[in-house]
């Protein structure tokens, strides 16, 4: 069986283009890979979190991925900071990562735009410490949206580059991003990617959105000029963006969509998409709901499973510490 690794940030509650870019496909690779799950809370943290709202988040976050269904018997599902091995790794890692090559990431200049008042560095370092993450379990494969293309490509030149000097210590991961729902994006904004720490909440649809929410914020989503259900990325974003949230919540082409709507104008069109979300969001939801009742529950799973990843994650910190020349640890 081949690894596959991902994480998600405890940011915010998941969107549903964290879902469709994501989420469904760690789902989907647990029926057929080994796949290590993790709630990457260290990576929250190169924005300014409160400390009270950022526990709360990876309770939700982790119930929230629990109440998916990946396939328990080939997934760990962990929370990040509670596996030590990623600081290490990512501190190591970081004296074979160029500074030109950080300087590139197109992520780090809009965070940094975002958060002119706190650009530090684990803003900027925050591609090596992704790259630590997927190189600690032998991941094969890295299932992500578009957004993080360029952070894998990083990830692979790291373990090319280590690899290159010290022989074949780690294994070079491939990206996995979905040929539909790679990228979903803002309601309100059809040229933005759609962003669980949006400001506007009436941007994204939550993952534990309200049926009644997820409707109205479908409904005033922004489309464009004209009348017709046509999907055309170009010309009409916001209605292409709406049919791919729609063909794949419902499991219909684009065509299909296109036929159903043919002249009933966008505001039938806006509500079947919000239903269409509903109900796909629906089940997901009312687990996560049962799972945040019980914190006890989810700690013990957690604590259970950091030491399920430590035990992978481990081995490989060592390999890399022997063959760089750290004498070992007793
Ligand atoms: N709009 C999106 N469409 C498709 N996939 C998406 N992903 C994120 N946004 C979309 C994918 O979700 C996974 C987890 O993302 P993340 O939590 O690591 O953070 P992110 O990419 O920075 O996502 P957000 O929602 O924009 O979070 P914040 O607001 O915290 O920065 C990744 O695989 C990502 O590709």
Redo the contacts with the bound molecule.
């Keep these: 069986m081949k690894t596959a690794f991902?994480?998600?940030?405890?940011?915010?509650i998941?969107?549903i283009?964290?879902y469709?870019?994501?989420?469904r496909n760690w789902v989907a690779l647990s029926k057929t890979h080994r796949c290590v799950y993790s709630v990457?809370d260290m990576?929250?943290i190169t924005?300014r979190q409160d400390p009270e709202n950022l526990r709360k988040r990876v309770r939700e976050v982790y119930a929230l991925i629990l109440a998916c269904e990946p396939d328990p018997e080939n997934t760990v599902l962990y929370v990040q900071s509670h596996v030590a091995a990623h600081a290490e790794l990512s501190w190591i890692l970081s004296n074979y990562t160029m500074f030109g090559e950080l300087n590139r990431m197109t992520?780090f200049k809009d965070?940094s735009a975002k958060h002119a008042d706190n650009i530090n560095a684990g803003l900027f370092t925050y591609p090596v410490l992704q790259a630590a993450d997927i190189l600690l379990y032998d991941a094969d494969v890295v299932?992500?949206?578009?957004?993080?293309k360029q952070h894998l490509e990083l990830a692979r030149d790291i373990a090319l580059r280590f690899n290159g000097i010290y022989g074949n210590v780690f294994v070079v991961p491939e990206p996995m991003i979905p040929k539909t729902?790679?990228?979903?994006?803002?309601l309100l904004d059809p040229a933005r990617?759609?962003?669980?720490?949006?400001p506007n909440p009436g941007g994204?649809i939550s993952m534990l959105d309200s049926r009644d929410a997820v409707i109205t914020k479908c409904r005033r989503a922004v489309t464009d000029s004209g009348s017709d259900v046509r999907y055309d990325p170009v010309e009409k974003p916001g209605v292409s963006n709406l049919m791919t949230i729609y063909a794949i919540c419902t499991g219909k082409t684009l065509e299909e969509t296109e036929s159903d709507f043919a002249g009933s104008g966008y505001g039938a069109f806006k509500t079947a998409v919000g239903e269409a979300a509903d109900a796909l969001l629906d089940p997901i939801r009312r687990r996560a709901q049962t799972l945040i009742q019980s914190p006890t529950h989810l700690d013990r799973l957690m604590a259970r499973e950091a030491e399920r990843a430590h035990a992978v994650a481990d081995p490989v910190l060592r390999r890399v510490r022997e063959v760089i020349g750290l004498l070992p640890r007793k």
């Excluded at 469709?20 to 989420?23: D, E, K, N, Q, S």
């Excluded at 990617?193 to 949006?198: A, L, N, T, V």
């Design positions: 991902s994480g998600i940030q405890p940011t915010a998941p969107t283009g964290n469709l870019g994501a989420l990457v990576h929250a924005v992520q965070k299932p992500i949206g578009e957004d993080q729902g790679a990228r979903i994006m803002s990617k759609m962003d669980k720490s949006d994204y």
